[in-house]
Protein backbone atom coordinates (compact mmCIF):
# COMPACT_ATOMS: atom_id res chain seq x y z
CA UNK A 1 0.00 0.00 0.00
CA UNK A 2 1.60 3.68 -0.86
CA UNK A 3 2.25 4.48 2.46
CA UNK A 4 1.46 9.23 3.60
CA UNK A 5 3.64 10.48 6.21
CA UNK A 6 1.04 13.76 6.55
CA UNK A 7 4.16 15.67 8.40
CA UNK A 8 5.83 15.44 5.32
CA UNK A 9 3.81 17.06 2.78
CA UNK A 10 2.00 20.33 1.62
CA UNK A 11 -1.50 21.38 3.42
CA UNK A 12 -2.98 21.33 0.05
CA UNK A 13 -1.56 17.62 -0.64
CA UNK A 14 -3.03 16.64 3.08
CA UNK A 15 -6.61 18.34 1.93
CA UNK A 16 -6.45 16.03 -0.96
CA UNK A 17 -6.00 13.10 0.67
CA UNK A 18 -8.46 13.27 3.48
CA UNK A 19 -11.17 15.05 1.28
CA UNK A 20 -11.09 11.88 -1.36
CA UNK A 21 -11.03 9.22 1.34
CA UNK A 22 -13.03 10.93 4.23
CA UNK A 23 -16.14 10.53 1.92
CA UNK A 24 -19.01 11.33 0.64
CA UNK A 25 -19.75 14.28 3.74
CA UNK A 26 -23.31 15.75 3.84
CA UNK A 27 -23.22 19.49 3.25
CA UNK A 28 -24.41 21.92 5.89
CA UNK A 29 -25.31 24.65 4.09
CA UNK A 30 -25.28 27.58 6.44
CA UNK A 31 -27.51 30.60 6.79
CA UNK A 32 -25.58 33.68 9.36
CA UNK A 33 -26.38 37.04 10.40
CA UNK A 34 -23.75 39.62 11.62
CA UNK A 35 -24.07 42.41 14.42
CA UNK A 36 -25.06 44.51 11.45
CA UNK A 37 -27.46 42.53 10.16
CA UNK A 38 -25.61 41.22 6.38
CA UNK A 39 -26.80 37.57 6.08
CA UNK A 40 -23.98 35.23 4.83
CA UNK A 41 -25.08 31.78 3.20
CA UNK A 42 -22.37 29.28 2.39
CA UNK A 43 -21.78 25.34 2.18
CA UNK A 44 -19.68 23.25 4.46
CA UNK A 45 -19.05 19.91 3.86
CA UNK A 46 -17.05 18.86 7.38
CA UNK A 47 -20.36 18.41 9.01
CA UNK A 48 -22.30 15.58 10.83
CA UNK A 49 -24.75 14.78 13.74
CA UNK A 50 -22.62 14.16 16.72
CA UNK A 51 -25.28 14.12 19.35
CA UNK A 52 -29.32 13.53 19.61
CA UNK A 53 -30.10 14.09 23.09
CA UNK A 54 -29.14 17.67 23.47
CA UNK A 55 -29.10 17.45 19.59
CA UNK A 56 -25.83 18.51 18.63
CA UNK A 57 -24.73 18.95 15.02
CA UNK A 58 -21.14 20.35 14.31
CA UNK A 59 -19.60 21.87 11.33
CA UNK A 60 -15.97 23.63 10.34
CA UNK A 61 -15.75 26.71 8.31
CA UNK A 62 -12.05 25.92 7.85
CA UNK A 63 -8.99 28.89 7.43
CA UNK A 64 -8.33 29.22 3.94
CA UNK A 65 -4.84 27.44 3.33
CA UNK A 66 -3.60 29.73 0.91
CA UNK A 67 -3.84 32.94 2.93
CA UNK A 68 -4.68 31.86 6.08
CA UNK A 69 -7.68 34.09 6.41
CA UNK A 70 -11.09 32.66 8.21
CA UNK A 71 -14.37 32.81 6.76
CA UNK A 72 -17.44 35.20 7.00
CA UNK A 73 -19.80 32.44 8.60
CA UNK A 74 -17.12 32.10 11.37
CA UNK A 75 -16.93 35.92 11.72
CA UNK A 76 -20.61 36.32 11.96
CA UNK A 77 -21.16 33.46 14.32
CA UNK A 78 -18.67 34.81 16.52
CA UNK A 79 -21.05 38.10 16.62
CA UNK A 80 -24.37 35.89 16.55
CA UNK A 81 -24.28 32.98 18.02
CA UNK A 82 -27.08 31.33 15.77
CA UNK A 83 -27.33 29.73 12.45
CA UNK A 84 -29.74 28.22 10.20
CA UNK A 85 -28.34 24.66 8.67
CA UNK A 86 -30.72 23.80 5.62
CA UNK A 87 -29.84 20.73 4.17
CA UNK A 88 -28.59 20.33 0.15
CA UNK A 89 -30.36 17.54 -1.91
CA UNK A 90 -29.72 16.76 -5.87
CA UNK A 91 -32.41 20.10 -6.95
CA UNK A 92 -30.23 22.66 -5.74
CA UNK A 93 -26.63 21.53 -5.68
CA UNK A 94 -25.09 23.95 -8.33
CA UNK A 95 -26.99 27.08 -6.79
CA UNK A 96 -25.21 25.73 -3.16
CA UNK A 97 -21.96 25.56 -5.08
CA UNK A 98 -22.18 29.08 -6.39
CA UNK A 99 -22.97 30.39 -2.84
CA UNK A 100 -19.24 29.43 -1.48
CA UNK A 101 -17.80 32.17 -4.02
CA UNK A 102 -15.82 34.48 -1.94
CA UNK A 103 -17.90 37.59 -2.37
CA UNK A 104 -17.17 40.64 -0.12
CA UNK A 105 -18.30 40.14 3.39
CA UNK A 106 -21.55 42.61 2.69
CA UNK A 107 -23.23 40.77 -0.78
CA UNK A 108 -26.01 39.08 0.19
CA UNK A 109 -25.21 35.05 -1.45
CA UNK A 110 -29.52 34.59 -1.12
CA UNK A 111 -29.83 36.79 -4.00
CA UNK A 112 -26.17 35.82 -5.97
CA UNK A 113 -27.36 32.38 -5.58
CA UNK A 114 -31.09 32.70 -6.49
CA UNK A 115 -32.32 31.09 -2.94
CA UNK A 116 -35.43 33.01 -1.59
CA UNK A 117 -34.91 33.62 2.37
CA UNK A 118 -37.55 32.42 4.78
CA UNK A 119 -37.92 34.40 8.01
CA UNK A 120 -36.94 31.76 10.95
CA UNK A 121 -39.09 31.02 14.42
CA UNK A 122 -36.85 31.33 17.34
CA UNK A 123 -33.36 32.77 15.63
CA UNK A 124 -32.48 36.06 13.34
CA UNK A 125 -30.73 34.18 10.28
CA UNK A 126 -32.92 33.28 7.49
CA UNK A 127 -33.51 29.83 6.38
CA UNK A 128 -33.77 28.46 2.75
CA UNK A 129 -37.06 27.77 0.87
CA UNK A 130 -35.71 26.02 -1.38
CA UNK A 131 -34.23 23.47 1.31
CA UNK A 132 -36.44 20.18 1.94
CA UNK A 133 -34.66 19.91 6.11
CA UNK A 134 -34.16 23.46 7.32
CA UNK A 135 -32.82 23.29 10.98
CA UNK A 136 -32.78 26.44 13.45
CA UNK A 137 -29.68 26.28 15.64
CA UNK A 138 -27.88 28.53 18.76
CA UNK A 139 -24.74 28.18 18.45
CA UNK A 140 -23.10 26.77 21.85
CA UNK A 141 -19.34 26.93 21.40
CA UNK A 142 -17.02 28.09 18.77
CA UNK A 143 -13.57 25.96 19.06
CA UNK A 144 -10.34 26.62 16.90
CA UNK A 145 -8.25 23.87 16.17
CA UNK A 146 -5.57 25.64 15.08
CA UNK A 147 -4.06 28.99 13.86
CA UNK A 148 -2.73 27.99 10.76
CA UNK A 149 -4.28 27.48 6.99
CA UNK A 150 -6.39 24.54 7.04
CA UNK A 151 -7.30 24.76 10.74
CA UNK A 152 -10.74 23.94 11.54
CA UNK A 153 -12.86 25.88 13.58
CA UNK A 154 -15.37 23.71 15.37
CA UNK A 155 -18.83 25.89 15.27
CA UNK A 156 -21.16 23.36 17.75
CA UNK A 157 -24.93 23.72 17.71
CA UNK A 158 -27.45 22.55 19.32
CA UNK A 159 -30.63 22.01 17.11
CA UNK A 160 -34.02 23.84 18.29
CA UNK A 161 -36.40 23.79 15.89
CA UNK A 162 -36.55 21.56 12.12
CA UNK A 163 -38.69 22.54 9.14
CA UNK A 164 -39.56 18.92 7.02
CA UNK A 165 -41.27 19.59 3.46
CA UNK A 166 -44.26 17.29 3.45
CA UNK A 167 -43.20 16.11 0.47
CA UNK A 168 -40.47 13.62 1.74
CA UNK A 169 -42.41 12.24 4.45
CA UNK A 170 -43.25 9.00 4.82
CA UNK A 171 -46.83 7.80 3.98
CA UNK A 172 -47.96 8.36 8.01
CA UNK A 173 -45.91 11.39 8.44
CA UNK A 174 -44.18 10.06 10.95
CA UNK A 175 -40.82 10.22 9.58
CA UNK A 176 -38.46 10.95 6.31
CA UNK A 177 -38.60 8.64 3.97
CA UNK A 178 -35.52 8.20 3.04
CA UNK A 179 -35.97 7.43 -0.71
CA UNK A 180 -37.88 11.16 -1.15
CA UNK A 181 -35.16 13.07 0.44
CA UNK A 182 -32.08 12.75 -2.59
CA UNK A 183 -28.90 14.16 -0.48
CA UNK A 184 -26.31 15.56 -2.12
CA UNK A 185 -22.54 14.36 -0.54
CA UNK A 186 -18.77 15.77 -1.06
CA UNK A 187 -15.97 14.06 -2.57
CA UNK A 188 -12.32 15.23 -2.82
CA UNK A 189 -11.91 17.30 -5.90
CA UNK A 190 -14.69 18.75 -7.52
CA UNK A 191 -16.37 15.53 -7.18
CA UNK A 192 -19.72 14.89 -5.39
CA UNK A 193 -22.15 11.90 -4.95
CA UNK A 194 -26.32 12.12 -5.14
CA UNK A 195 -28.29 9.44 -2.42
CA UNK A 196 -31.20 8.11 -5.08
CA UNK A 197 -33.52 5.03 -4.87
CA UNK A 198 -31.09 3.09 -7.10
CA UNK A 199 -28.11 3.32 -4.84
CA UNK A 200 -29.77 2.98 -1.30
CA UNK A 201 -29.52 -0.61 0.20
CA UNK A 202 -30.40 -1.18 3.68
CA UNK A 203 -28.22 -3.18 6.38
CA UNK A 204 -30.52 -4.88 8.90
CA UNK A 205 -28.79 -3.27 12.56
CA UNK A 206 -28.21 -5.38 15.54
CA UNK A 207 -29.05 -2.85 18.07
CA UNK A 208 -30.65 -5.89 20.70
CA UNK A 209 -29.79 -9.06 20.01
CA UNK A 210 -26.00 -10.24 19.57
CA UNK A 211 -24.97 -11.75 16.67
CA UNK A 212 -23.13 -14.98 16.82
CA UNK A 213 -20.28 -13.35 14.58
CA UNK A 214 -18.04 -15.02 11.53
CA UNK A 215 -15.82 -16.73 14.39
CA UNK A 216 -18.41 -18.85 15.12
CA UNK A 217 -19.84 -20.00 11.89
CA UNK A 218 -18.88 -23.30 10.43
CA UNK A 219 -15.29 -23.54 9.23
CA UNK A 220 -15.72 -24.77 5.22
CA UNK A 221 -18.47 -21.61 5.58
CA UNK A 222 -15.80 -19.53 7.39
CA UNK A 223 -13.53 -20.30 4.71
CA UNK A 224 -15.01 -20.28 1.93
CA UNK A 225 -13.51 -19.77 -1.48
CA UNK A 226 -17.08 -17.82 -2.65
CA UNK A 227 -18.75 -16.38 0.26
CA UNK A 228 -17.33 -12.37 0.39
CA UNK A 229 -16.88 -10.64 3.82
CA UNK A 230 -19.97 -8.68 3.83
CA UNK A 231 -21.85 -12.02 2.74
CA UNK A 232 -20.31 -14.14 5.64
CA UNK A 233 -21.31 -10.40 7.78
CA UNK A 234 -24.76 -11.34 7.11
CA UNK A 235 -24.97 -14.72 8.18
CA UNK A 236 -22.71 -14.14 11.16
CA UNK A 237 -25.85 -11.69 12.46
CA UNK A 238 -27.92 -14.18 13.46
CA UNK A 239 -28.31 -14.94 17.16
CA UNK A 240 -27.67 -18.83 16.77
CA UNK A 241 -27.09 -21.56 14.31
CA UNK A 242 -30.00 -22.08 12.52
CA UNK A 243 -31.57 -25.35 12.12
CA UNK A 244 -32.39 -27.28 8.75
CA UNK A 245 -35.62 -27.38 7.85
CA UNK A 246 -36.98 -30.31 6.01
CA UNK A 247 -39.94 -28.69 4.15
CA UNK A 248 -37.13 -26.36 3.16
CA UNK A 249 -37.05 -26.56 -1.07
CA UNK A 250 -34.77 -24.75 -3.32
CA UNK A 251 -34.81 -26.49 -6.72
CA UNK A 252 -31.35 -25.44 -7.38
CA UNK A 253 -30.44 -27.65 -4.89
CA UNK A 254 -31.50 -30.56 -6.52
CA UNK A 255 -29.48 -29.90 -9.17
CA UNK A 256 -26.52 -29.46 -7.59
CA UNK A 257 -26.68 -33.08 -5.76
CA UNK A 258 -27.78 -34.46 -9.12
CA UNK A 259 -24.53 -32.85 -11.40
CA UNK A 260 -22.44 -33.17 -8.73
CA UNK A 261 -22.74 -35.73 -6.39
CA UNK A 262 -19.52 -37.75 -7.53
CA UNK A 263 -17.23 -34.75 -6.46
CA UNK A 264 -17.80 -32.76 -2.92
CA UNK A 265 -15.73 -30.47 -3.35
CA UNK A 266 -17.36 -29.26 -6.46
CA UNK A 267 -20.87 -29.84 -5.12
CA UNK A 268 -19.67 -27.21 -1.98
CA UNK A 269 -18.97 -24.64 -4.35
CA UNK A 270 -21.97 -24.72 -6.30
CA UNK A 271 -23.66 -24.62 -2.92
CA UNK A 272 -21.22 -21.72 -1.77
CA UNK A 273 -22.25 -19.89 -4.99
CA UNK A 274 -26.09 -20.75 -4.91
CA UNK A 275 -25.81 -19.11 -1.24
CA UNK A 276 -24.21 -15.95 -2.23
CA UNK A 277 -27.18 -15.10 -4.41
CA UNK A 278 -29.52 -15.56 -2.39
CA UNK A 279 -27.78 -13.55 0.07
CA UNK A 280 -27.21 -10.74 -2.65
CA UNK A 281 -31.18 -10.65 -2.84
CA UNK A 282 -31.55 -10.32 0.62
CA UNK A 283 -32.56 -13.84 1.42
CA UNK A 284 -30.64 -14.88 4.48
CA UNK A 285 -32.83 -17.43 5.77
CA UNK A 286 -32.85 -19.31 2.42
CA UNK A 287 -28.96 -19.10 2.42
CA UNK A 288 -28.46 -20.77 5.11
CA UNK A 289 -30.99 -23.08 4.34
CA UNK A 290 -28.39 -24.06 1.55
CA UNK A 291 -25.37 -23.62 3.44
CA UNK A 292 -26.84 -26.26 5.65
CA UNK A 293 -27.01 -28.95 3.14
Same mark, same amino acid.
Given at each position: ?? &? ?59 ? &? ?58 ? &? ?25 ? +? ?12 ? +? ?108 ? +? ?18
Amino acid at each position: MK &RIDLKEISVIEKQGWLQHSIAPRPICFASTINAAGEVNLSPFSFFNLFSTNPPVIVFSPSR &RVRDNTVKHTLLNVLEVPEVAVNIVDVHMVEQASLASCEYPRSTDEFVKAGFTPVASELI &RPPRVAESKVQMECKVLEVKPLGEQGG +AGNLVICEVLIMHI +AEEILNETGSMIDQRKLHHVARLGGNWYSSVNEQNLFAVEKPNIHLGIGIDQLPENIRNSKILTGNQLGKLANVTSLPDIRASFYDPHIKQIMQYFSANPEEMEYEFHRH +AAFLLDQGKVEEAWQVLLM
